[in-house]
């Protein structure tokens, strides 16, 4: 079945550098990768996703890398800021008759320091 | 628009009573999805709706689980006889369709925070 790692568990940087999270996949048909970012208590939102046609997208301060014959992708955070911190999750869907189905990752905590 | 709505918020209940947890996606979004979140852990796939095909049931981790969408909208998330290690966030998504295609976005609710003494 779907299986993603996800690499650090937890993060601490300081304010303005960058953050790398990374995950891997094990299933060749995935064709979609997201990544969630969740506050305390709050619900996931969808900050970035990338397609497997595509290598990199970027959004401002926020990147996501594909790389298809690795099975890995990973979600690149520039000039970070203390608003930043929060569990960021990344997640692959399948397709096919596996279309709804998102396996997620364990997440990263994510701390910036001041 | 509004969002992804869930309620209760928060439901304590007793070992082994039933509860229903309900969701109501954003309108007009034809895919409704049902995730379950332990504490610092991520999120379970438990079921799937889109449209009016089977539902994809399988993440449900026994058959104490079950859920309904009625028209196409409303969905409720039942577990029956609860046991301690359903305590957890469930949490519901939904997505839209598009020209026929369904899109990969899923929109979370804030989900329902479920204690089980």
């Known amino acids: 079945g779907e299986n993603v790692e996800q690499h650090p568990s937890t993060l601490s940087v300081q304010e303005g550098d960058s953050a790398v999270i990374k995950c891997t996949y094990s299933d060749s048909a995935s064709n979609y990768f997201p990544w969630y970012k969740q506050e305390l208590g709050k619900r996931p939102q969808l900050i970035i996703d990338?397609?497997?046609?595509?290598g990199e997208k970027k959004d401002q301060r926020i990147a996501v890398t594909l790389n298809k014959t690795a099975k890995h992708f990973s979600l690149h955070i520039t000039e970070t800021q203390p608003e930043d911190s929060a569990v960021y999750f990344c997640?692959?869907?399948?397709?096919?008759?596996?279309?709804?189905?998102?396996?997620f990752g364990q997440g990263t905590i994510l701390t910036v320091h001041p | 628009g509004a969002g992804v709505s869930q309620s209760p918020s928060n439901k304590v209940t007793e070992k082994g009573k039933d509860v229903e947890l309900r969701c109501d996606p954003i309108s007009g979004h034809t895919a409704l999805y049902w995730y379950r979140q332990s504490l610092g852990q991520g999120l379970e796939f438990l079921i799937y709706f889109q449209g009016n095909s089977a539902p994809d049931k399988s993440g449900l981790p026994s058959d104490r689980f079950s859920a309904e969408r009625t028209g196409g909208s409303v969905s409720t998330l039942t577990i029956q006889r609860t046991q301690q290690e359903d305590s957890a966030v469930y949490l519901c998504?939904?997505?839209?369709?598009?020209?026929?295609?369904?899109?990969?976005?899923?929109?979370f609710g804030p989900g329902t925070r479920l204690t089980v003494t």
């Open positions: 997640a692959e869907n399948a397709g096919g008759t596996s279309y709804g189905k998102l396996t």
């Open positions: 990338i397609r497997s046609n595509v």
């Open positions: 998504a939904s997505s839209w369709t598009s020209g026929g295609s369904l899109s990969y976005e899923q929109y």
